[in-house]
């Protein structure tokens, strides 16, 4: 199958912050100038384009955003230096300064936040401001009642599930729940890797009707209508010849369960359509397992319930594991249905379709990796090391498709100057482990308090080599809080972005041999000047489910001639100083 990809440019007019001008169209490459103040601005406006105007919330997507400078002839401008910031996602420079076609440019993701949103970007280079706005998509509520159609005044269990675009479950999002059918509660779904919850209502409405379900959360609000019925027929049979029915499974890749536990579990929709290929409602639909089944812990979470297909021509159920692994593709699920209820009782299949997934040993141990090496990022402005994400099972088995979770957290950065005196002269000053140790090669440790904040009167100097002061955001909810502001320069130091985790690849999971790939970036100028700390999980109980390692930010050989970390990043003074 051959794929195309189209790439949509957005071209937006500048509003002149500097000098006054106006705005322009965000559908047309038109710009605004007016005659620039020479002493003010080194531009007269400026053109902003963007590869893409959203990115999908996998984590993995962004969107290139080019700007270009032009003078009041509609030249471009060479030299300038380039200034982003976001209201939420991650800005990393590709180019920090407009080259000899005017350009500089970045790279917009989304960061850890999955929610979909907009993303509003701001810039700022040669005197002029603009902004454009990226849109963060592909959030999914999905909601399975049990029964499908419960009787008056009955129970009813309501099983709820975030997931992202690739239908990856997303964990500790608060839901809201509403409609007709009588739910209110607010709940939180699971951060276990399932991204599920479950909320149960004491009795559905006594009056039969086709009542709805909402769900809000993560961005997005979901809705499913569900009947409640009295006595068999009630519902109407599904009108139209059924041409087709597509089942899908995500994810296709699941881990066992302890026994009794249905915590792992992969969401089973089937779509229903006419010849026209519009969707058919209430089609009767019955989830099965394909014999030989694994053991008698796996289940359908509807058993087997007849579930009616909604206004759009779903039905949903999920597989739940059970405590045995499958060969890969080594579990099938079926999906029986027809128009009435008559057509599949008593256990008849007249029309099926199947799928296909499996169960993967269950992971019991992760570990973190790296080599000694360090490459450039693109244009030589950022450096990039890699790490090794391994996953086994109780066996010292590979296990496949282990979903992966990687964070990294600065946790000190430098101040004072890069090289220090000492009786060899000169010489690059940081080395060893992180923090540094109190002494190594005239390394000063920063001295905290009880509470871990840096004691004043502790300076840099040329014999005793730089401090180290830690990260100003003590509880990392990226807010500048009140008493956090050490050096007093009305921002929290180190920036959260000064250091990028992402996976090398498409995905989160472990291949074949369990093995997954991260990286870290970073822009050339904080090299030698953070300390930072890698952590990896996945889906293992205990103290084998995560992994971590710390780590100095360092530079390529030859760098140290003139690379611009030779700069102080965070300034040459104490930690509670400015600069």
């Known amino acids: 199958m051959k794929s195309i990809k189209f790439v949509a440019v957005l071209v937006v007019a500048v509003a002149l912050a500097a000098c006054g001008g106006g705005g322009g169209s965000a559908r047309a490459p038109v710009t605004t100038s007016t005659t620039p103040t020479p002493t003010t601005a080194a531009a007269a406006s400026l053109v902003l384009s963007l590869d893409k105007t959203s990115v999908k919330n996998t984590g993995s997507d962004k969107a290139l955003l080019t700007v270009t400078a032009l003078n009041a002839a509609r030249n471009v401008v060479s030299g300038l230096p380039l200034s982003v910031s976001v209201d939420s996602g991650v800005y990393t420079p590709v180019v920090s300064t407009t080259d000899s076609a005017g350009q500089a440019s970045g790279n917009i993701s989304i960061g850890s936040e999955k929610a979909n949103r907009n993303i509003t970007v701001t810039i700022m280079l040669g005197g002029q401001t603009g902004s454009v706005v990226v849109a963060v998509t592909g959030s999914q509520i999905s909601l399975t009642p ?251 088995i590979a296990v496949a498709n282990a979903i992966v979770s990687a964070s990294v957290d600065l946790t000190h950065f430098g101040k004072g100057g890069f090289n220090f005196a000492s009786s060899t002269g000169g010489i690059y000053q940081v080395s060893g482990s992180n923090p540094p140790p109190a002494v190594i090669n005239g390394i000063s440790d920063g001295i905290v308090d009880v509470n871990g904040d840096p004691v004043t009167g502790v300076d840099p100097t040329l014999t005793t080599g730089r401090v180290w002061c830690p990260n100003e955001d003590k509880n990392r909810n990226g807010l500048l809080d009140a008493g956090e502001d050490h050096d007093n320069n009305g921002a929290l130091s180190p920036r959260k972005a000064d250091v990028v985790l992402s996976f090398v690849g498409t995905t989160n999971t472990t291949g074949a041999n369990g093995r997954a790939t991260i990286q870290v970036e970073y822009p050339q100028n904080v090299a030698t000047w953070l300390t930072y700390a890698v952590t990896v999980t996945t889906g293992v109980s205990g103290s084998e489910g995560s992994a971590v390692k710390s780590y100095i930010t360092s530079f390529v050989k030859g760098d140290e001639i003139n690379g611009s970390f030779l700069t102080p990043a965070y300034g040459v003074n104490n930690c509670w100083t400015k600069d």
């Open 146 to 396: 049990l029964p499908a159609t419960p009787a008056p005044g009955a129970s009813v269990q309501l099983a709820v599930k975030t997931t992202d675009a690739n239908g990856t479950a997303v964990g500790g999002v608060s839901v809201q729940l509403g409609g007709t059918l009588g739910f209110t509660q607010l709940i939180t779904t699971n951060s276990d890797g399932t991204g599920t919850a479950t909320a149960t209502l004491g009795a559905a409405p006594a009056t039969a009707a086709t009542y709805t379900v909402t769900a809000a959360g993560l961005g997005v609000t979901a809705s499913r209508d569900v009947q409640v019925v009295s006595g068999v027929g009630a519902i109407p049979a599904a009108v139209g010849t059924i041409n087709g029915a597509s089942l899908a499974i995500t994810p296709t890749t699941i881990s066992p369960n302890l026994a009794g536990a249905t915590t792992n579990r992969a969401n089973i929709r089937a779509t229903f359509f006419n010849a026209a290929n519009q969707p058919i409602q209430n089609v009767r639909a019955r989830f099965e397992i394909v014999s030989p089944a694994l053991d008698s812990y796996e289940s359908i979470s509807t058993g087997t319930a007849t579930v009616y297909s909604d206004v759009s021509g779903v039905a949903i159920a999920d597989y739940i594991a059970g405590t045995r692994t499958s060969p890969t593709n080594g579990v099938i699920i079926r999906i029986c249905y027809g128009n009435t209820d008559i057509d599949i009782a008593a256990g008849a299949c007249p029309s099926q379709t199947s799928k296909t997934l499996t169960v993967a040993g269950q992971p019991l141990s992760i570990t973190l990796g790296d080599n000694n090496e360090l490459t450039k990022g693109a244009n030589n402005l950022t450096y990039i090391k890699k790490f090794d994400v391994a996953v086994n099972d109780s066996a010292g």
